[in-house]
């Protein structure tokens, strides 16, 4: 019954390290999205594909790249971690609009020191 | 700048309580909003409204669309322990797939 699944659920870095956090669903969901989660900001949009190599900033891109190679996967880099980057990172996929609010992966807590 | 207020922003009933939750939206080019539960982990789908589906329900829970006050209220009945979570609501973004969420609405039932 897996939908969408995270690489990680938790994840440690050091400061300047590059992160690579990944992302699969498998219901053939054209629209897949990135949102880092903080207490008092709720839930905030990263970058959102459409398609395949397609991408769009969100609220929040900088510090942040993504990838979209194949339809199933997205993955988001964080080029050089730094502290502030410290948060829970949630990856989504949904249909086209109109079919249903689409499913969220379980998570990732990434601590960057 | 598209936005999504939700209000409260956190609420404490007790079991057996109806509470209703608000969501009010300002967005280009509307066309569906979007419910969401929290527990301890990642967000699932509650309902989304449209302009051809403004009320929806499943058991206890039931959300309206008001699309001349721009907002939604997602009420519920008789609350128990089981439905303390965080509740978001999301409207895609003038026109494009990109969702954009409230805060939330923290929600605690006590027995």
């Known amino acids: 019954d897996v939908k969408v699944t995270q690489s990680s659920r938790y994840l440690v870095k050091r400061t300047g390290e590059k992160v690579f956090l990944e992302c699969v669903q498998d219901m053939d969901h054209e629209n897949m999205f990135w949102y880092r989660q903080d207490p008092g900001l709720g839930l905030r949009l990263i970058y959102f594909s459409y398609d395949v190599k397609m991408k769009e900033k969100g609220d929040i891109p900088e510090g942040y790249s993504v990838s979209r190679e194949k339809k199933e996967r997205f993955s988001l880099i964080l080029e050089s971690a730094s502290t502030n980057q410290t948060s829970m990172y949630l990856c989504?996929?949904?249909?086209?609009?109109?079919f249903g609010g689409g499913f969220f992966g379980p998570g990732t807590r990434l601590t960057v020191l | 700048e598209d936005k999504v207020v939700q209000s409260p922003l956190s609420l404490v009933v007790h079991e057996g309580d109806t509470v209703t939750l608000n969501c009010s939206y300002e967005?280009?080019?509307?066309?569906?909003l979007l419910w969401y539960k929290q527990e301890k982990k990642a967000p699932t789908f509650l309902f989304m409204l449209t302009s051809s589906g403004i009320e929806k329900k499943s058991g206890r829970l039931s959300s309206i669309l008001d699309k001349k006050e721009l907002s939604s209220i997602l009420n519920i009945t008789a609350t128990q322990t089981g439905d303390s979570a965080i509740y978001l609501c999301?409207?895609?973004?003038?026109?494009?797939?990109?969702?954009?969420f409230g805060k939330g609405t923290k929600l605690t039932v006590n027995p």
């Open positions: 989504a996929s949904r249909a086209l609009a109109g």
């Open positions: 999301a409207v895609p973004q003038g026109g494009s797939e990109k969702l954009v």
């Open positions: 967005v280009t080019n509307f066309r569906s």
